[in-house]
């Protein structure tokens, strides 16, 4: 049986990236489908069943995770696969369970196989910090070495054939997680995410599609990948983030020189919030934690890191909370105790003040 207390999911917060004071993560994924097969939604049991033994085969032949866990979602419960969708080790869809479901996933925890996802195969990688490339590059190992055993559903008019349209092309679909609270706070924020929508990218919250924007996160990707290759896609992605992130820079460091007064306000209520609160729901600790790292920014928390931060914002999530207090306990005992998380995290780091 799996068990996610066990399972150290975050290892791949645990590290380092480029640029991590602004972009949170880089993930990127594939979608591919077995030739001779129906989509996903619409494969018979005995279907889905042929899809997962062709995949346990080809990953079992072809090392293509190396050391790796193999997961099966129906013996999962529905609060366990919250908590791996909380950890970005599955996706919406695989956390609504179903039979002949299953997820791969390598010891590092940042790249895995879906199996019966959306589509047949949804293979990704994610990284700390702005690493456009290296996860493409992860993705690209895993695609190349399942495609020495498995047969995919390919169109030389359309390319990768997918269950959405919106999939179909190269499959790919790259996603980066930034930090902006600096245009937030200058209220340039929606004149600078509309310049996204002429590069063919979306911008989504921080829970994905459908979610709003929490805490000044913001997930910008790519909305198709027909008719653009997968290096034509990153390199678009690469150069609407990077000037979103000067902006952002440049955004920071006025903040900081004409408000710095309500700026310091601002992290150090947010501190004192969440180092004596006794209840605090998630929308209002994300908020507070988005204070917090502009803080880390202005050298306020020397003991305190963007990656242990993004950890706990993982760790302070409702399935998380529920797990540690022992199952479903409720929101309110949810709020208590996710207070009690973030009293005793900052408690101490009032010295660097």
């Not at 030739?35 to 990953?59: N, Q």
């Not at 055993?149 to 030389?156: I, P, W």
């Not at 440049?250 to 004409?258: C, G």
């Amino acid at each position: 049986m799996f068990n996610p207390m066990v399972l150290d999911s975050h290892k791949w917060v645990d590290t380092s990236g480029p640029y991590m004071d602004i972009v949170v993560s880089t993930r990127s994924r594939y979608a591919r489908n077995i030739v001779g097969l129906p989509f996903a939604p619409y494969a018979k049991p005995d279907e889905l069943a042929k899809i997962v033994e062709t995949v346990d085969k080809s990953i079992a032949s072809q090392d293509v995770l190396g050391a790796s866990d193999r997961i099966i979602i129906a013996k999962v419960p529905r609060l366990e696969r919250r908590y791996l969708k909380e950890s970005r080790i599955i996706s919406a869809e695989l956390e609504k369970g179903g039979e002949h479901r299953i997820v791969y996933l390598s010891h590092e925890c940042n790249r895995s196989v879906m199996v019966n996802e959306e589509d047949h195969i949804r293979m990704q990688c994610i990284m700390a910090g702005l690493q456009l490339r290296n996860t493409l590059t992860a993705i690209d190992e895993i695609d190349g070495r399942m495609d020495v055993s498995v047969e995919y559903a390919f169109s030389e008019k359309f390319g990768y054939l997918a269950t959405c349209p919106t999939n179909t092309g190269t499959g790919l679909r790259v996603s980066v997680m930034m930090h902006l609270p600096g245009l937030a706070l200058s209220q340039k924020i929606d004149k600078i995410l509309s310049l996204v929508q002429p590069y063919g990218l979306t911008i989504r919250g921080f829970y994905g599609e459908h979610s709003e924007y929490i805490g000044d996160f913001y997930q910008i990707s790519n909305e198709v990948t027909l008719g653009k290759s997968e290096e034509e896609i990153v390199e678009i992605l690469d150069k609407v983030v990077t000037q979103i992130l000067t902006r952002e820079q440049q955004a920071r460091e006025q903040l900081f020189a004409k408000k710095s007064n309500a700026i310091d306000d601002a992290i150090w209520r947010s501190y004192a919030v969440l180092s004596n609160a006794r209840m605090i729901d998630s929308s209002e600790a994300m908020k507070l934690l988005s204070r917090i790292r502009l803080g880390i920014d202005r050298g306020y928390f020397s003991s305190f890191t963007h990656s242990e931060l993004n950890k706990l914002i993982i760790e302070i999530q409702p399935a998380h909370l529920d797990l540690r207090e022992g199952g479903n306990v409720g929101s309110e005992a949810r709020d208590i105790a996710r207070a009690g998380l973030l009293r005793k995290r900052f408690h101490g780091i009032i010295s660097d003040n």
